[in-house]
């Protein structure tokens, strides 16, 4: 069965730096688009990056230069590093499977149908 297993994540003070990391197993991982997203109590889960089966990655506006994902198919995994972390990037940060991903100018979408189980990220000031 599908699966997506997250580590990483915890608690880091303004400024610091966390590496999330998420194994795949159940599928063919290399041949599937796939995004990190992020979800506060009471907001939506929003996709903060994702990498496409070819390598070329998408990070939203409101993380972009501090957040890099990356993946490598060789160990199923697929990364998420923050730097110069802050305290509204707070959430819970979920990995997903993507099966439906598109692109409008600069803003780009993914759907996906597993998740990761999810890890918590606090951001002290």
């Known amino acids: 069965q599908v699966q997506l297993v997250e580590s990483g994540g915890g608690l880091v003070q303004a400024g610091g730096s966390l590496r999330h990391s998420c194994v795949a197993s159940?599928?063919?991982?290399?041949?599937?688009?796939m995004g990190w997203y992020r979800q506060v109590p009471g907001k939506e889960r929003e996709l903060v990056a994702s990498i496409t089966s070819g390598g070329s990655t998408y990070v939203a506006a409101s993380v972009k230069g501090r957040l890099t994902i990356s993946r490598d198919n060789a160990k199923n995994t697929l990364y998420l590093q923050m730097n110069n972390l802050k305290p509204e990037d707070t959430a819970v940060y979920y990995c997903?499977?993507?099966?439906?991903?598109?692109?409008?100018?600069?803003?780009?979408?993914?759907?996906?149908?597993?998740w990761g189980q999810g890890t918590q990220v606090t951001v002290s000031s």
């Open positions: 997903g499977r993507g099966v439906d991903y598109y692109c409008e100018g600069l803003v780009c979408y993914l759907r996906s149908d597993y």
């Open positions: 159940g599928f063919a991982f290399s041949i599937y688009t």
